[in-house]
């Protein structure tokens, strides 16, 4: 077991991942991170570098992420 005492503390509703790399160590880090923290795990699109490959799609994830983290807060 990880001693997650000092994230837990952290407001960390939602996570996002890169969907095409499932089994990658990052993305499984941050599955394991979301199901310990009881947030969300988003998928991103576009691969590793989804800034890069599908910029538009990336920014709307992020945007409609936000967004719904701003509904959380209310």
Do not use: F
Request: charged share 25%; glycine share 8%.
């Amino acid at each position: 077991d990880r001693d997650v005492t000092g994230v837990q503390t952290c407001a960390l509703p939602i996570l996002m991942a890169d969907a095409n790399n499932a089994g990658a160590p990052p993305v499984r880090a941050a599955r394991w991170l979301a199901e310990t923290l009881d947030a969300e795990l988003r998928d991103l699109p576009g691969g590793h570098m989804p800034y890069a490959t599908e910029p538009h799609g990336t920014a709307a994830a992020i945007r409609d992420t936000l967004d719904r983290m701003k509904g959380l807060s209310s």
